[in-house]
């Protein structure tokens, strides 16, 4: 079984949650944390990623605040969370090469782990599966988005975890 499908040439794996609308994908961990990251769609949308900075580690976040803030050559803006919780870890390697954004959206390219306060609330306002297959497919027809661009290293997520 295919741990991920297409949808315009855009990866997104079956496994993970969504949030369509600002395309912010979630995992949840085996530890019961929960990372975040930006998917194929807003990669592409974005272009070339050029720098990330994160809000504090160790504070809390309620949904829709501001835990990083990511520039590109197209763009700058907000990633707001979708999880409530207190923010445990971003990722050092993206504030060095935020172009890790572009090459691996959905692994080393990940943004910033959360200890959740209401997991379960939290991820009912998100969509996954067949849900996200078919939200994502009428975002791209509503807005008129073109087909994701990958760059050379682009890494296709081979497994399904969480």
């Given at each position: 079984?295919?741990?991920?499908?297409?949808?315009?040439?855009?990866?997104?794996?079956?496994?993970?949650?969504?949030?369509?609308?600002?395309?912010?994908?979630?995992?949840?961990?085996?530890?019961?944390?929960?990372?975040?990251g930006?998917?194929?769609?807003?990669?592409?949308?974005a272009?070339?990623?050029?720098?990330?900075?994160?809000?504090?580690?160790?504070?809390?976040?309620?949904?829709?605040?501001?835990?990083?803030?990511?520039?590109?050559?197209?763009?700058?803006?907000a990633?707001?969370?979708?999880?409530?919780?207190?923010?445990?870890?971003?990722?050092?390697?993206?504030?060095?090469?935020?172009?890790?954004?572009?090459?691996?959206?959905?692994?080393?390219?990940?943004?910033?782990?959360?200890?959740?306060?209401?997991?379960?609330?939290?991820?009912?306002?998100?969509?996954?599966?067949?849900?996200?297959?078919?939200?994502?497919?009428?975002?791209?027809?509503?807005?008129?988005?073109?087909?994701?661009?990958?760059?050379?290293?682009?890494?296709?997520?081979?497994?399904?975890?969480?």
């Amino acid at each position: 079984m295919t741990s991920f499908t297409v949808v315009r040439n855009c990866v997104l794996p079956l496994h993970l949650y969504y949030k369509v609308d600002e395309h912010i994908w979630v995992r949840v961990e085996e530890n019961g944390e929960v990372t975040l990251g930006y998917t194929d769609v807003a990669q592409t949308t974005a272009g070339g990623m050029l720098h990330v900075t994160f809000r504090p580690v160790g504070k809390f976040y309620a949904r829709g605040k501001v835990v990083a803030v990511v520039e590109s050559s197209k763009w700058l803006g907000a990633l707001r969370t979708p999880i409530a919780g207190i923010l445990v870890a971003t990722n050092e390697a993206v504030r060095e090469d935020a172009g890790l954004i572009n090459r691996s959206p959905y692994g080393r390219g990940w943004l910033v782990r959360i200890r959740p306060e209401n997991l379960e609330r939290d991820l009912s306002d998100l969509v996954t599966g067949e849900d996200a297959i078919r939200a994502y497919e009428a975002l791209m027809e509503e807005k008129n988005l073109d087909d994701c661009v990958h760059c050379e290293g682009y890494e296709v997520p081979q497994e399904v975890s969480g």
